[in-house]
């Protein structure tokens, strides 16, 4: 949410809800464990990722 927050230029108060029926416990955004067991490497950072679809939604 920083870094959203940061690159789009706008300030906002995430909402935090109850999961909805569905909803993953738990939702993890780190590639070390692809990167340790699959020799995966990430090409992109999560600030491109962000201004990357801040621009495709502009």
Known sequence: METT???T????TPELC???PGDPARIV???T???RDL???MR???E???AGARAAHR
């Open 5 to 7: 927050a940061r690159i």
């Open 9 to 12: 230029g706008i300030d906002f």
């Open 18 to 20: 109850d999961r909805r």
């Open 29 to 31: 955004a780190d590639g």
């Open 33 to 35: 464990l692809a990167a």
């Open 39 to 41: 020799d995966w490497r």
């Open 44 to 46: 992109h950072t999560l």
């Open 48 to 50: 491109n990722m962000v």
